[in-house]
């Protein structure tokens, strides 16, 4: 059973506009949680993790994500994207010991 | 210069041909894995290697054969693949097993005809 689940296949932003990427996790104790991003024809990239302690969390490239217990999700944020934020963003946690990623969520920055 | 480094980027076989895909990293890491990406389904984990041992094989079809001579190079040998195994296969490594934060190489798209 997948352990991080994104309820976002897709997503199209205005550049300039805040962004807010969905991941729920089903783990029963406190996970460690990511969120990774691949631009296309790359690899993928940690952009921040969550072990424990402050749920906010700060990341590179202006991201941020926000651990909720209460709602089992992990979601990533950003204030105002940029064009060159278009890429598909991954997120995943590790649970007995296995890194499990999600499906994916692909942001699209129109101009 | 993302410290992992895959080659080929690019590779077309056909079903009876052999090759292989080679990932080298220069981080110092201990830890380094083999993924298989496929268009809308999660990254799926193909094999594990710990200081130069396997210590995951995710029920792996044996067409697909990992090499771990030292802790800086992975190779995935191929041979007899299918159709359906035409994926982006991805790199990785980490400083301790498992521990999540991984650098990955820019993956080898392997075109299977």
């Known amino acids: 059973a997948q352990s991080v689940t994104q309820p976002d296949i897709h997503i199209t932003v205005s550049e300039g506009a805040s962004l807010e990427l969905r991941c729920n996790y089903s783990?029963?104790?406190?996970?460690?949680l990511f969120w990774y991003v691949q631009s296309p024809g790359q690899g993928l990239q940690l952009l921040l993790k969550?072990?424990?302690?402050?749920?906010l969390v700060q990341g590179i490239k202006g991201f941020e994500a926000e651990f909720k217990r209460s709602q089992s999700s992990f979601n990533l944020r950003k204030p105002s994207v940029h064009w060159s934020d278009a890429a598909e963003y991954f997120c995943?946690?590790?649970?007995?010991?296995?890194?499990?990623f999600g499906a994916g969520t692909t942001v699209t920055v129109r101009a | 210069e993302t410290g992992v480094t895959q080659t080929p980027r690019h590779l077309v076989m056909g079903m009876t041909n052999k090759k292989s895909l080679k990932c080298e990293q220069h981080?110092?890491?201990?830890?380094m894995y083999w993924y298989k990406q496929s268009a809308k389904k999660p990254l799926e984990l193909m094999f594990v290697?710990?200081?130069?041992?396997?210590?995951e094989n995710n029920s792996v079809p044996s067409r697909f054969s990992p090499e771990c001579p030292n802790s800086s190079h992975l190779f995935l040998h191929l041979h007899t693949l299918q159709p359906e195994d035409s994926a982006l296969y991805l790199c990785?490594?980490?400083?301790?097993?498992?521990?999540?934060?991984?650098?990955f190489g820019n993956g080898t798209r392997l075109t299977v005809t």
């Open positions: 990785a490594s980490s400083q301790v097993l498992l521990q999540g934060d991984l650098h």
């Open positions: 783990y029963g104790a406190t996970p460690y």
């Open positions: 969550y072990f424990s302690g402050d749920t």
């Open positions: 995943a946690g590790i649970n007995d010991y296995k890194l499990s």
């Open positions: 981080l110092g890491h201990n830890a």
């Open positions: 290697y710990s200081l130069e041992e396997r210590v």
